[in-house]
């Protein structure tokens, strides 16, 4: 594999900086060498300088977008960590219904959805355990950075290793078709999530006020100011009395005093401070 230098290391941590807001550390030349590597043979370079070199003389030439796509990390599963999707079913559904009478339509958004794990998760579970709601009571917009993710997404086509990463099996046979050697979400499930590219650190499109916002496991690639953005902007999004689902890492701590912990058995969830609890 060929090394980075230090040049071309500052120049592709700026580029993927400016156009994905995702910090990469000055000790992360292994990670971009590794992920770079793949797309350097995918578009017929000899070496990760010339692809560089390539980028550097005209930025316009449809490399960047795969550039940033190959260092981004997609990392999800169905029901990723479990409990998050407990707290939804036991805590939070039921709170937002009885809060929502009579005509009970609830809004969430996931946000860096990447292959669409997460939200068809979340359709499954409104499938199972709230079947009054699908149908469009509940809308579920999901949106991610890469347009290549997004696309695998809207497919719902996931490998025999993705669908043992989280699902039940009763789920699998519900939920999926197989199809040679993966498996199909069905449409009934696929429809319910309407999928939209975003970058998250640019402005958003026009949406409506969320009653829920899962965005996990991504402002933990991004500098504090653009956290910080992105929390102020969740703030005039979030119906007050709405909830906001982070990854396990990650919080509105030191970041934005609007947001305060709800902890729910293993779960902290946010909501805003003036909101009254249930
Ligand atoms: C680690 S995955 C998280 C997926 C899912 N939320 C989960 O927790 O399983 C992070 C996702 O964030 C997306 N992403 C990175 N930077 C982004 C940005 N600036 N705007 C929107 N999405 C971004 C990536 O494309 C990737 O799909």
Not at 102 to 129: D, K, R, V, Y
Request: aromatic share 8%; charged share 20%; glycine share 4%.
């Amino acid at each position: 594999m060929n090394a980075i230098s230090p040049r071309d290391m500052t120049y592709v941590r700026d580029l993927v900086r400016r156009h994905s807001a995702i910090v990469l550390e000055p000790d992360k030349a292994y990670l971009i060498e590794t992920r770079l590597a793949p797309l350097v043979q995918q578009a017929g370079f000899a070496s990760l300088q010339e692809l560089i070199a390539a980028l550097r003389s005209n930025p316009a030439n449809g490399l960047l977008p795969k550039v940033v796509e190959a260092i981004t990390t997609h990392e999800t599963s169905f029901f990723r960590d479990l409990h998050p999707f407990d707290t939804l079913k036991t805590q939070v559904l039921p709170d937002l219904l009885a809060k929502r009478r009579p005509a009970q339509n609830l809004t969430m958004w996931c946000a860096a959805c990447s292959s669409g794990q997460e939200p068809f998760s979340i359709a499954m579970l409104l499938h199972e355990s709230f079947p009054a709601l699908v149908g469009g009571r509940l809308r579920i917009i999901a949106t991610d950075l890469s347009s290549a993710i997004l696309a695998r997404a809207r497919e719902g086509l996931y490998s025999q290793i993705e669908v043992n990463r989280g699902l039940p099996p009763a789920l699998l046979a519900k939920h999926f078709d197989k199809q040679g050697l993966h498996w199909r979400i069905k449409s009934d499930i696929r429809r319910m999530v309407e999928f939209q590219q975003s970058n998250l650190a640019e402005p958003w499109p026009p949406m409506p006020p969320m009653d829920m916002i899962f965005m996990r496991n991504v402002l933990i690639y991004f500098g504090l100011e653009t956290k910080k953005s992105i929390l102020a902007r969740i703030r005039t999004l979030l119906k007050p009395d709405g909830y906001l689902f982070l990854g396990t890492s990650e919080t509105t701590l030191n970041l934005d005093a609007a947001f305060e912990p709800v902890s729910t058995g293993k779960t902290v969830c946010y909501k805003l401070r003036s909101a009254k609890n249930p």
